[in-house]
């Protein structure tokens, strides 16, 4: 009988142990490590889906240390010394309490460090951490028609403030509806399904949150706007033109996208942006083509996959469509540039594997540009269909070429020492040419120059590439805004990097009307466009109206005054 009590003892005292120390010390693990290790890889691109596999392996590898550290416990402390190991545990269940009464105490320091933001999206819904009853009091008043809750009874601190909230709720005659969800573990798809039912066919204003505000609200938001599209807000924004892994085309007034896979931010712009279907050149049998599907399924989007279908069918396709599309591949690479050629230009890409990197430099899939002078029979299989020069004389091997129909102009290269004039000289070629061969006879640090501002008129500035004055920040790579710009940096700034449009945010009580004629005036003698947009009331939208779907690089010139207001506009996705 003695032994039995001894093991009952053991038992009850390793498994106090267990459980107060896996909670005081996973609460603390919780807001210290894995809230944080969250917020960075969400900073370095991860999608939602991975960061739930990531963490899923924290959260199991916590539960695993805590049995470890247990029978560690019991091996050496409670096998030799029981009063240490009392002691101990004694201690671990203090912090265990200690620990609780923290998290139901929502509004400790600790607590609010931690916290996240309150958002607002469109004029039905707002997201946050868990409120008080002051905030149920204030969203009653304000006309908030029910909160959906998302805290999970199967967590101790969470089923006590999840029955104070209902209560509270009554109180204050506030409906309170349960969708229980875990982070990171867990099957939440009833709960998702619940609160689609339940915002589509309800009307009226919700408050939707979690504990902290933070994960589980940043996936029932994505499945709200999905499901709730007419309802929302209608924000005019500007569209970014770069993910994180690569360039952003628009085309059809952004109704059809082309882009690189999204990062889990980048997949919140989509959906804000009304994107209802996905077409994707990624394998569907790979784990990214797996991931893929998963999200779609849980934002409501269409997914089609294209990767057998040629880039005429698929530019064909999208272009077809009623709702917007983003068309993806993992980065922004071969394939999207081929398929940005098509629907840009209308024809097709250049075989730009006939061209060595070595010897070429290229411009998307529709231009190439080289000191080297390549043969016809390489010219005609990669497509070109136009051909400049830039020689000292007539290349008399490119005849052949003219009577297959192929355009030939010819340049004399001694007039291209300056920005100026190269600059010009790109102006004057015109962007309507087919797919594109530019030789230039000899002269590297000319092919150089050219290829730099090709870039920055078509698509954007390589940073490394570029020169930027000290005043000039970068928004993104095809998008910049400084102070007004004298005669010599216009041409060491603007027509260096291939500026191609110049916006002048006029403000009348900082800008004189002579220094709007002097930057009107350089823009006219340097055939670079220019806008100017007084910057009254209206001014947000008439520059996103300007700068939508403008393709090429945008120099806006604003005061410095209102330089942190205008970086918010302009990268309020």
């Known amino acids: 009988m003695g032994k039995i009590k001894n093991r009952m003892i053991t038992f009850i005292v390793w498994f106090i142990f267990l459980g107060s120390f896996g909670f005081a010390g996973g609460g603390l693990f919780l807001l210290f490590a894995v809230v944080p290790f969250e917020e960075m890889l969400v900073q370095r691109g991860y999608t939602q889906t991975q960061i739930d596999d990531v963490l899923k392996y924290v959260v199991f590898g916590w539960i695993a240390f805590g049995f470890i550290v247990s029978f560690l416990f019991y091996l050496f402390v409670w096998k030799r010394k029981k009063k240490w190991a009392l002691g101990i545990t004694a201690v671990t269940v203090l912090a265990a309490v200690s620990v609780l009464l923290m998290f139901i105490r929502t509004d400790s320091a600790l607590i609010a460090m931690s916290r996240g933001d309150f958002q607002q999206t469109g004029e039905r819904f707002t997201f946050g951490p868990y409120p008080e009853e002051e905030l149920l009091i204030q969203l009653k008043e304000e006309g908030y028609v029910g909160v959906i809750t998302l805290l999970s009874p199967t967590l101790p601190f969470e089923n006590q403030l999840l029955q104070q909230e209902i209560d509270r709720g009554e109180k204050v005659g506030m409906p309170i509806h349960s969708f229980p969800m875990l982070p990171w573990v867990g099957d939440n798809t009833e709960s ?52 994180q892994r690569g360039p952003v085309y628009l085309f059809n007034d952004a109704k059809v996208i082309v882009g690189p896979y999204p990062t889990r931010e980048e997949w919140g712009i989509l959906i804000r942006n ?158 309507e040419l087919g797919p594109v061969y530019l030789y230039v006879e000899g002269n590297e640090e000319l092919v150089t120059s050219l290829h730099r501002m090709m870039q920055g008129l078509y698509y954007g500035i390589d940073e490394e590439e570029g020169q930027f004055p000290s005043t000039v920040s970068v928004v993104e790579y095809d998008l910049l805004t400084g102070a007004p710009l004298d005669e010599k940096q216009w041409e060491d700034f603007v027509l260096f990097n291939g500026v191609k449009e110049v916006i002048f945010l006029y403000a009348p009580s900082i800008h004189s009307e002579d220094l709007v004629a002097q930057q009107e005036e350089l823009a006219s003698r340097y055939q670079v466009s220019f806008t100017m947009i007084p910057m009254f009331e209206d001014y947000r939208e008439q520059l996103y109206e300007k700068l939508q779907g403008l393709k090429g690089t945008k120099y806006i010139i604003a005061p410095e005054e209102v330089k942190e207001e205008l970086m918010d506009v302009l990268t309020d996705y």
């Open 192 to 243: 998702i399904n619940g609160i689609k039912s339940l915002v589509s066919s309800e009307e009226g204003k919700f408050y939707i949150h979690c504990y902290l505000g933070k994960h589980r609200v940043d996936m029932v938001k994505q499945v709200i706007m999905s499901v709730t599209d007419a309802e929302l807000e209608q924000r005019t924004t500007i569209f970014p033109s770069d993910f």
């Open 274 to 431: 009304r994107v209802k279907e996905i077409v994707s050149f990624i394998d569907p049998d790979s784990s990214r083509g797996k991931e893929l599907k998963e999200i779609a399924e849980s934002s409501d989007l269409v997914l089609t996959t294209v990767s057998d279908q040629s880039l005429e069918q698929v530019a064909s396709y999208v272009q077809e469509l009623d709702e917007k599309v983003y068309v993806t591949d993992f980065r922004s690479d071969s394939t999207l540039l081929d398929l940005e050629t098509i629907l840009r230009r209308s024809h097709e890409p250049i075989n730009r594997s006939l061209f060595s990197s070595e010897e070429a430099k290229f411009i998307g899939s529709w231009g190439v540009i080289s000191s080297s002078l390549f043969d016809q029979d390489t010219l005609r299989e990669a497509g070109i269909k136009t051909v400049i020069t830039v020689t000292s004389q007539a290349i008399s091997s490119l005849e052949a070429l003219k009577e297959e129909g192929v355009q030939v102009l010819s340049f004399s290269n001694e007039t291209l020492d300056t920005s100026a004039s190269q600059y010009e000289f790109l102006q004057s070629i015109g962007e």
